[in-house]
């Protein structure tokens, strides 16, 4: 379990990181918190020419404010962003998602920018981005760009991003007033990847109606998957617990696409996606009610 | 007997080394001109080799040289059996096939090797094994328990006609005339699944051959390095004082590691020799799961006969049990199941039908538990499906079946893995039972709480599982124990050390026999320059055999020291006393002399010695005992299940122990809370999952679940004593109690949770998307 040769660099700014990248395109691959890069370099899944390390460049672990929302610089650890107040206050569903997320040791290390450029279906930011509509900034030698969530993600480990490009910040917006939100997940262990889960949010209108919903699943096909029936039936109604019901059952039956694999039967996942859709929307529902 | 330092909670005297990184572990082995060594594998299970082509891994810079079994001539053979074939049963069937060093002709299971790298550096090996280039005939995988006993079959061993292994029945008294008697006959089918040992170190070998003094060293993380030594003696045609294996600290045994020889172990010190170079090798987690022992997967169809107030009137039995590709280990785990599906219930009648099976999957030996853990399962699952038959509390029907406390020593008239006559020497079930039951308030919870909590939606079990170990068998181990002159003891014995605090708790039994600290006992274990002579670390038998072994040879150095401290003091020995390192003249402290003075003594530099004495305050004693000493114990727990997510969460873990004398009991619950959390993983985590192709599909930690200190419950250990009869010090075995009972314990407690559904589990372990399976089926029949 060792690595095939490679090359390695370990630049100081953004700039030498796109040269490089320039330079060796294919060949090459960022090394962030290298939790999920180097397990796969060990197993000789990847073998990269080249490593580019962004762990020596500095001001890339900011979280500051920015109009509606909050920005974060590509390379927040996982730890930061959980203990971060900003965040806490202003994000609360990242704030609750952060723990959930593998165990401490791996979270020191894992950052934000890592996780996402990684794009795996079951990382819980992948569907938590999605459902709080993130816009992620990505540069290359040629300039910058923004690509919202709904953009960025798709495919099986797959992004917008080309090899020249270097994911540089999180923008995460604001909820509206009258939002409540959840995240439920079943996984074996607390720190392994989820079997299924779900990212929820809604808004209520003055009237206590369902203004928007928004259903994020993670390990619930080849990325995040929006329910988008279900939150169909939930826009303009009273939110009941029979509504939440046939939310619940329409994501899980018709609208997600789980697979098999030896820790869990797609119909399990099915079954698991339907009882989390339900708890998750109970307490989006309660807590957009409370205002919090 | 009253002890001053053994039944003391006395802190590890190792823990501050290991605490701090400066044990020393295989993988800290540096040498001077040091090479390391890569695998090429095979992916197959069960293949044809048709090519090998090394010509590109040689080219790579830093490769030093290329092996195939080919290269070997003749010093390629097999391993050696482990333990002797069944003796005296008749109608014994009992086929040896054992592992090969490299691959010839055919692979047998995934993982097997094909070839060997040496270079430079393990970077350079693995890259020059990935130009290996075999060419190989995939042949179907022989996987399933049963169907690899049918006619037509394909063959794991072409020279065999058959994949059976092992076929061997068991019976006392008359099982079929009880089964007449019987107001209940229940039979039921089991299926028990295969997990990884999973140390947190895996195994690795620094082999040196030094050609100048023509002597073999190799460090090696095995549970038995007396037998590895003479081994490779043997092999390589060397004498035994030219190999020394030093087995340092190990990170975790658990069975595993007293397999022998594996393949690594075959080829890494022959070609050591070759090369007159210092070769390393530490396994890395996937080779792990593909090259290193397994265990536990059986299916068994078991029938119980009752009376109606609930006493077993036999219990018959006949299962498969999957050695994997090959049986070194022969039927010692089996056999355990076999001796354990009675527990300790007093059985007149039992009948048991034991099949071994080759299968194209690693190959099975001994795992902590070591057959008892089904055993067990399968007496417990079948009284408390009993019980509810019969309708009778399933705690009265296990009071009920006990072996009584003046039926020991209970001779069950089979034969155990020893091939000795399966006898219990002593016990004291129902105390430590009725305990258990009082720690996790079983009557409270059963009339009040479980009410109460099902009233508020909340689906809590309860499970309480009574079971026995047998432990401490033979054949026998040794220890060396001496006085320096400085007056600090030094002492040495054969067995290797992999967790089981043998520095302490031999220091302990040490300091008791000569009145001196803890501290002031140096241990040396695992080392064959230091103890010549001895098995191993397995079965339970550390405190037990080289613990008794280490007590005589302390006492006899207490005899020594009396008798000259009783000529120099001029005064008789039974006015003596040890204490302080020192010894004194009862009532006359200023009458005294120390150890370290009497050791110089005993060893003048000029002068005569009288004839017939030894210098030196030293002996060596040996312990072989003639039956093991069989342990007891009761586990708890109370379980919670959400029935939607079939998620779990253990709210409270109970276990009574009693393995007789305790030397340490910090030791004791150390080892429980390890057992246990080995026990969880049997019970709801750890599968490996083998598919069609006898492919493992979860060859990593990632997906191959092992509970961890999240998943782990908090544990409250009770100590029985009932001490072994048939040793001085009256110990029993613990090392794998932990692990047994657990299984057994889960099933019953989730059964109970989910007492609606009306659920048997008849298979372990038991993932939440089986039990949500198992659900399905109760609501699709209803
Ligand atoms: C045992 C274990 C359990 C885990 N459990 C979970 C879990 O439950 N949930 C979960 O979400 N995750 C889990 N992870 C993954 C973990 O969260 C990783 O930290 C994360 O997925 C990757 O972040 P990283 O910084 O380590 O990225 P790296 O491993 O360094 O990189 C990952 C990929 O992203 C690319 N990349 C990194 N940064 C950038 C960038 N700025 N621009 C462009 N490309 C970039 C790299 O080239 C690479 O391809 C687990 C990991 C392990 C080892």
Redesign the interface.
């Known amino acids: ?5 490679f090359e390695y660099y370990a630049p100081t700014s953004v700039s030498e990181v796109l040269e490089l990248l320039n330079e060796h395109g294919y060949d090459a691959k960022i090394l962030a918190g290298g939790q999920s890069l180097i ?1 796969m370099m060990n ?2 899944l990847v073998q990269p020419a080249v490593l580019v390390d962004i762990n020596k460049i500095p001001n890339l672990s900011y979280i500051k404010t920015h109009e509606n929302g909050i920005r974060l610089g590509a390379m927040v650890r996982h730890t930061q962003a959980e203990r971060d107040s900003l965040i806490k206050e202003r994000v609360p569903l990242l704030h609750e998602t952060m723990p959930q997320i593998a165990t401490i040791q791996i979270r020191n290390r894992g950052t934000i920018g890592g996780s996402l450029a990684h794009a795996d279906a079951s990382a819980e930011l992948v569907a938590v981005t999605t459902a709080l509509e993130a816009r992620f900034k990505i540069q290359n030698l040629e300039g910058e760009r923004w690509v919202p969530a709904s953009e960025f993600f798709v495919g099986l480990l797959m992004t917008s991003l080309e090899p020249e490009d270097m994911l540089v910040e999180i923008e995460i917006p604001d909820l509206p007033a009258r939002s409540g939100w959840s995240l439920k997940e ?1 996984a ?5 990847f989820a079997l299924i889960g779900v990212a929820a949010v809604l808004t209520l209108d003055k009237k206590d109606r369902c203004q928007s919903a928004k259903l994020v699943y993670l390990s619930a096909g080849d990325g995040p998957l929006v329910a988008e029936e279900a939150a169909v039936l939930l826009q303009g109604q009273k939110i009941s617990e029979d509504l939440i019901i046939a939310a619940a059952e329409k994501a899980a039956t018709e609208e997600i696409d789980p697979g098999n694999d ?4 797609a119909d ?1 996942r099915r ?2 996606a339907n ?2 859709t339900r708890r998750a929307l109970a307490e989006a529902y309660q807590r957009a009610k409370g205002g919090k | 007997m009253t002890y001053k330092v053994i039944g003391k909670r006395v802190k590890r005297v190792e823990d501050p080394r290991l605490l701090t990184g400066q044990a020393l572990f295989v993988g800290d082995v540096s040498l001077p001109g040091m090479l390391y060594a890569a695998f090429f594998r095979s992916d197959y299970a069960h293949a044809k080799v048709i090519s090998i082509d090394i010509s590109q891994a040689l080219e790579i810079p830093g490769v030093v040289g290329v092996y195939t079994a080919e290269d070997m001539g003749d010093d390629w053979e097999p391993g050696p059996p482990l333990v002797s074939p069944p003796p005296t049963l008749e109608n014994v069937v009992f086929n040896s096939r054992r592992q090969v060093p490299l691959v010839k002709g055919k692979v047998k299971h995934a993982g097997e090797i094909i070839a060997v790298v040496i270079a430079e550096s ?2 350079i090996a ?2 020059a094994a ?1 130009e290996i280039l075999v060419e190989f005939e995939p042949l179907p995988a022989v996987v399933d328990l049963e169907k690899c006993l049918e006619p037509g079959s394909v063959l794991v061993h072409d020279d065999l006609d058959t994949n059976l292994a092992a076929h061997l029945i068991q019976n006392k008294g008359d099982y079929e005339g009880a089964r007449k008697e019987a107001d209940l006959v229940i039979s039921r089918r089991f299926h028990l699944d295969r997990g990884a040992a999973a140390a947190l170190e895996n195994r690795g070998i620094v082999a040196d051959w030094d050609e100048k003094n023509q002597h073999l060293t190799v460090w090696d993380a095995t549970q038995s390095p007396i037998p590895i030594r003479n081994g490779l003696a043997a092999r390589l045609g060397l004498r035994t004082h030219q190999v020394r294996v030093v087995a340092p600290f190990v990170g975790g045994g658990f069975g595993p590691k007293i397999m022998m020889f594996y393949a690594e172990e075959m080829v890494l010190p022959w070609i050591s020799m070759k090369l007159g170079k210092p070769i390393k090798w530490i396994e ?3 080779e792990n799961f593909y090259a290193t022992t397994q265990e536990r997967e059986q299916i068994h169809d078991v029938e119980m006969a009752l009376s109606k107030e609930g006493h077993i009137l036999g219990i018959k039995q006949k299962f498969i049990h999957d050695t994997g590709a090959f049986n070194p280990y022969g039927l010692t785990t089996p056999l355990n199941t076999q001796s354990h599906s009675m527990g300790g219930y007093d059985v007149q009648n039992y009948y048991s039908d034991l099949t071994v099976v080759f299968t194209n999957k690693t190959i099975v030996t001994p795992v902590r538990g070591a057959g008892r853990p089904q055993g067990i399962y399968i007496v417990e699952r079948m009284l408390d499906i009993a019980a509810r038959e019969l309708e009778l509390d399933p705690m009265e029907v296990r009071r009920l079946n006990f072996i009584p406390p003046d039926a020991f020593p209970y001779d069950h008239e089979i034969i155990d893995q020893a091939f000795a006559t399966l006898i219990f020497d002593s016990g004291n079930y129902e105390p430590a039972f009725d305990k258990a039951l009082e720690m996790l308030g079983y009557e409270d919870f059963i009339k009040n709480e479980q009410p109460r909590l099902r009233a508020e939606g909340k689906y809590v079990g309860i499970g309480i599982v009574p079971f026995v170990e047998t432990t401490g068998v033979g054949p026998y181990e040794g220890a060396r124990v001496s006085v320096e002159p400085s007056g600090k003891i030094s002492a040495a014995t054969g067995v290797g050390t992999q967790g089981q605090s043998h520095m302490t708790a031999f220091a302990q039994v040490i300091a008791e026999q000569l009145g001196v600290e803890v501290s002031d006992v140096s241990m040396v274990t695992g080392d064959t320059a230091e103890f010549h002579w001895g098995t191993g670390t397995f079965a339970s038998r550390g405190a037990v055999v080289a613990g008794n072994a280490v007590n005589a040879a302390a006492g006899d150095v207490r005899l020594k020291v009396l008798k000259l401290a009783s000529k120099i003091l001029e005064t008789p020995e039974e006015e003596l006393v040890l204490e302080d390192g020192m010894v004194r003249v009862a009532d006359k402290p200023d009458q005294s002399i120390s150890l370290g003075e009497l050791a110089l003594l005993a060893n003048p530099l000029r002068g005569a010695v009288e004839p017939g004495t030894e210098p030196g305050l030293e002996s060596t004693k040996y312990f072989g005992p003639a039956f093991g000493a069989t342990a007891f114990g009761v586990h708890g727990m109370i379980l919670e299940v959400d029935p ?2 079939m ?1 779990i969460n253990i709210r409270k873990y109970i276990t009574v122990e009693d393995c007789g004398t305790m030397i340490n009991p910090l030791v004791v619950e150390g080892q429980i809370h390890g057992g246990v959390s080995m026990g969880i993983g049997n019970a709801y ?1 750890e599968k490996l ?1 083998y598919d069609e192709n006898a492919q493992l ?2 060859a990593s930690l ?2 191959y ?1 092992i ?2 200190s ?2 782990m419950p908090h544990i409250e250990v009770h100590h029985a004593n009932t001490p072994a009869p048939n040793n001085e010090l009256g110990t029993k075995g613990v090392g794998e109690a932990g692990a047994i009972p657990v299984p057994a314990v889960f099933a019953q407690a989730l059964e109970n949770a989910l007492h609606d559904y009306d659920l048997e589990i008849l298979e372990t372990p038991l ?3 089986r039990l ?2 198992l659900l399905q089926k109760k609501e699709d029949n209803s």
Not at chain 1, 1 to 5: H, L, N, R, S, T
Not at chain 1, 262 to 265: K, L, M
């Open positions: 379990m060792k690595p095939a040769p397990p197993f000789r079943v074996r262990r607390p720190h392994d030896i820790h869990a039967t399990f079954h698991l009882v989390l | 393990r970077y693995e890259d990935e890395d987690r996937r939607e997510t998620m985590y999952h599909l979860n990632a997906d679940l509970p961890g999240t998943e993932s939440p998307n949500y399976e």
